[in-house]
């Protein structure tokens, strides 16, 4: 079956294939060669890499120029944008950028505020929020029309993504907020990353009696942990993230030296589960600083080669 869309990412999902997306973090600095030499390790492995937009609200190489660089290697980027940055103006401008340069991912975000950042006094915009944010991408794509009315001279051609956190609180609300992103417009999901399987499961029962794993690809994130004193972090200090006891105890329970062994093995464990859950339509793995063991993720996890398609 050939699919009239220009999205790599949106054509393996379509045909019915587990997809793989993994990330990079952008440089404090403007050479690019730290996100190319970050992609070149992952590229074979995944059907596309996501761009992060000033992570943790600190200053770095814009996510646009950074997806741009993928572009010129041949590798399909998602372009991560955030709200918290640009009044609509400048989010729809940046929007046309990326579309010149025939980028079609686009992953819609709030950003982290800017008191966690390098940055803390800094003016946030939020002029419009993340749903706003996808409804403008699709307003732009389907009916060919800027916000304020005028039409698009060649619009921009997305699959439009959004994140979903099924662990904050309150819980009983993360299936009805992922019922809202998808009446916005929302095409994929990327999930924050899941240590508490059997809640996600939960999460993904929900999702399935509102039927909404039949009208969005849901990616399940999935985070391999480096050492104990990482899983205990997240656990403590990192809000609406969930890291179970028993997996602070796994990972504390093997020499130092062995942690990040076992912490891959984690997160193999995590993806052969999750991959029999209804409605989860492939993983988007986060091993920020971590890329080169994006390849034995993928190939432990029975998930390469990564499917070719016309």
């Avoid at 970050?38 to 074979?44: G, W």
């Avoid at 686009?106 to 803390?120: A, E, R, T, V």
């Avoid at 989860?280 to 994006?294: K, R, T, Y």
């Amino acid at each position: 079956m050939k699919l009239n869309t220009p999205s790599k990412l949106e054509k393996i999902l379509r045909s019915g294939y587990m997809a793989v997306t993994s990330e990079c973090g952008p440089p404090r600095g403007s050479d690019p060669k730290v996100i190319t030499k970050k992609a070149e390790k992952i590229r074979n492995h995944v059907d596309a890499i996501n761009i992060t937009d000033n992570q943790t609200s600190v200053t770095r190489l814009c996510s646009l120029a950074s997806c741009i660089h993928l572009k010129l290697m041949g590798i399909e980027p998602v372009l991560q944008m955030v709200v918290r940055d640009r009044n609509r103006i400048a989010l729809q401008s940046d929007i046309l950028g990326a579309a010149s340069f025939d980028i079609h991912n686009i992953l819609c975000l709030s950003g982290d505020h800017q008191k966690f950042g390098d940055n803390p006094k800094g003016q946030n915009v939020f002029d419009i929020d993340s749903m706003q944010l996808i409804q403008t991408v699709r307003m732009m794509r389907d009916e060919g029309k800027f916000l304020g009315g005028d039409p698009i001279e060649r619009p921009p051609r997305m699959f439009v993504g959004a994140a979903a956190n099924p662990f904050a609180d309150p819980f009983e609300i993360r299936a009805p907020r992922l019922a809202k992103k998808v009446a916005a417009g929302a095409e994929f999901i990327q999930t924050q990353c899941i240590y508490n399987v059997e809640k996600f499961e939960e999460y993904m029962k929900q999702i399935r009696e509102r039927g909404l794993h039949k009208k969005v690809f849901i990616l399940a994130g999935v985070t391999p942990l480096k050492s104990a004193g990482m899983a205990k972090y997240m656990k403590n200090r990192v809000p609406g993230m969930d890291v179970p006891d028993e997996v602070v105890k796994r990972m504390s329970g093997v020499p130092k030296e062995k942690q990040p062994k076992e912490g891959i093995k984690i997160c193999v464990e995590t993806i052969q589960r999750l991959k029999e859950v209804e409605g989860v339509s492939g993983f988007h793995i986060m091993a920020i600083e971590w890329e080169e063991m994006v390849p034995e993720i993928v190939e432990s996890a029975g998930l390469y080669p990564r499917p070719e398609l016309d």
